[in-house]
């Protein structure tokens, strides 16, 4: 990242309330991806197609398996994509937050909250179970103060942003500790 590119960064993140209420502005959109395994591939196509039948009666758009590959290989590439954004005078601190289904969105909400004008917040959903799932958290700032401030310790208990344990999380990996 070079040039405009990197001064348009450092200029967006200099403003990180403004970016993060522009995003919460945009049209809603998401992807699920959905892959099935069983004891025979009659049966993970069963369940794909019953899952398939849910998404339809939820109005959901089938993009059909390009999509997920898409969005997979994307996953795989996320934190070496992250070199340019550190060039620019950039930091990303990942936390991983499991969480029951009844506190997903309110924990995300606290922690985009709690950080909002210090950093972009982030968040996306993974390795979803009946009983909740992982929201993986996202905070990118451009360096040094007031930036600091929203950077988690990593030597101290407690660091996960103020409204992680409160709202329900439990750290899973990376920065911040809280207890259920």
Not at 39 to 66: F, K, M, Q, T, W
Not at 90 to 100: G, H, K, N, R
Not at 121 to 129: D, G, H, L
Not at 130 to 139: F, R, T, Y
Request: proline content about 6%; hydrophobic content about 45%; glycine content about 8%.
């Amino acid at each position: 990242m070079e040039g405009a590119q990197a001064e348009a960064l450092r200029l967006s993140l200099r403003a990180p309330l403004l970016l993060n209420r522009l995003v919460d502005a945009l049209p809603a959109a998401s992807l699920l991806v959905l892959a099935f395994d069983g004891e025979s591939e009659e049966y993970a196509a069963h369940e794909g197609e019953v899952a398939l039948a849910i998404c339809d009666r939820a109005r959901g758009e089938n993009l059909g398996p390009a999509a997920g590959e898409r969005s997979l290989q994307s996953m795989h590439r996320a934190s070496w994509a992250q070199a340019p954004l550190f060039a620019a005078g950039a930091f990303v601190e990942m936390l991983d937050v499991a969480t029951t289904w009844e506190r997903a969105e309110a924990l995300c909400l606290a922690v985009r909250r709690a950080a909002e004008g210090l950093v972009f917040v982030r968040s996306q959903f993974a390795n979803a179970a009946p009983e909740g799932c992982a929201v993986e958290l996202s905070l990118l700032g451009f360096a040094g103060a007031p930036a600091e401030k929203a950077r988690p310790s990593r030597t101290t208990a407690g660091s996960a942003p103020p409204g992680t344990c409160s709202s329900g999380g439990s750290s899973a990996r990376e920065s911040g500790s809280c207890a259920p």
